[in-house]
Antibody
């Protein structure tokens, strides 16, 4: 069974760093792209970027370039999304999802990680 | 990069059919057959309902269908059921900058 399991909810202060994870199982982790999607409270889905764990090829949405870092450790089938200095505006639900080809469709999704940034 | 344009809300009665539109440009919806549709119930992760314009993943009822004409894609749900009430998002591959994928703003479907 294909599964993407994300790390738990986080509460952080502005300026703190954070790294959340997305662990894949039930399929060849290195053969699919893992994308990250942001959903701010009460808002729609936003594309953040994507990584191919097979060779770590990473692409960022212009809106998120320089704001976050996407990485992956194929030895443990896990992708990451990290911030070096959080802002209150980073408060959102973050989803990881896999796709065989960029743009084809995200066929399996993680359960989401809620990040709350508040002083 | 602007989001794809969807109506904010649509509604229909059980058994009826509804269509949700998703309008983009020749750089995204009109240029590629990489349009997807997602269903999201409150508090849940999105679920892929349609990929590559009109293909249904295994397990998605055939009441859900997708199509495209020019720069506008559409999701049609026939035989509406109460459990179809959810938010629906379209997405498309885009050749605009390094974005690669763009989402629509979402449509709230209400089953009356």
């Amino acid at each position: 069974e294909v599964q993407l399991v994300q790390s738990g909810a986080e509460v952080k202060k502005p300026g703190e760093s954070l790294k959340i994870s997305c662990k894949g199982s039930g399929y060849s982790f290195t053969s699919y792209w893992i994308g990250w999607v942001r959903q701010m409270p009460g808002k729609g889905l936003e594309w953040m970027g994507i990584i191919y764990p097979g060779d770590s090829d990473t692409r960022y949405s212009p809106s998120f370039q320089g704001q976050v870092t996407i990485s992956a450790d194929k030895s443990i089938s896990t992708a990451y999304l990290q911030w070096s200095s959080l802002k209150a505006s980073d408060t959102a639900m973050y989803y990881c999802a896999r796709t065989l080809t960029i743009g084809e469709g995200l066929d399996y999704w993680g359960q989401g990680t809620l990040v709350t940034v508040s002083s | 990069q602007s989001a794809l344009t969807q109506p904010a809300s649509v509604s229909g009665s059980p058994g009826q059919s509804i269509t949700i539109s998703c309008t983009g440009t020749s750089s995204d919806v009109g240029g590629y057959n990489y349009v997807s549709w997602y269903q999201q119930h409150p508090g849940k992760a999105p679920k892929l309902m349609i990929y590559e314009v009109s293909n249904r993943p295994s397990g998605v009822p055939d009441r859900f269908s997708g199509s495209k004409s020019g720069n506008t894609a559409s999701l049609t749900i026939s035989g509406l059921q109460a459990e179809d009430e959810a938010d629906y998002y379209c997405s498309s591959y885009t050749s605009s900058s390094t974005l690669h994928v763009v989402f629509g703003g979402g449509t709230k479907l209400t089953v009356l």
